[in-house]
């Protein structure tokens, strides 16, 4: 039906497609933050490359080949050898295990450094004579000799 100006109904408007919920985190990461994303990316590429070095690697981490020593990349040796005739992308590899072991320690250094100023923090107080702050409950009025 027409009405008395001889339009026709407006058509319906096309709805706008909704993604997920992650896709919709991971494209405002890419827009907002692009360094922490390429950031994020790599640390995420490390962490796989260190779990699935084994079937990833081509040798093994210290297999050595001494007919091959310091040999260019080549098919066979993709980033070459070194002086023993190991592998380098394999030792590449492997080496990403240790980006577990290093982030834990670092983990680790940090908390020690955050204890160790707050008991220094708090031996100043007692030496005055007002240890009351917070970190005194947790970690006690000590001396700051490690």
Known sequence: MTTSTGTAPPAKRAEKKRHGVIY??????IREKPLATFGLAVIIILLFTGVFANFLAPFGMNEIHLLSRLQPPSSQYLLGTDQLGRDELSRLIYGA???HDNRARRDGVVHGFKRSYRRCLCFHRWEI???????????GCQSPHF
Not at 24 to 29: C, I, K, L, P, T
């Open 24 to 29: 919709d985190v991971f494209s405002r990461m």
């Open 97 to 99: 295990r240790y980006f």
């Open 129 to 139: 004579g007002t240890c009351s702050c917070s970190a005194s409950s947790m970690y």
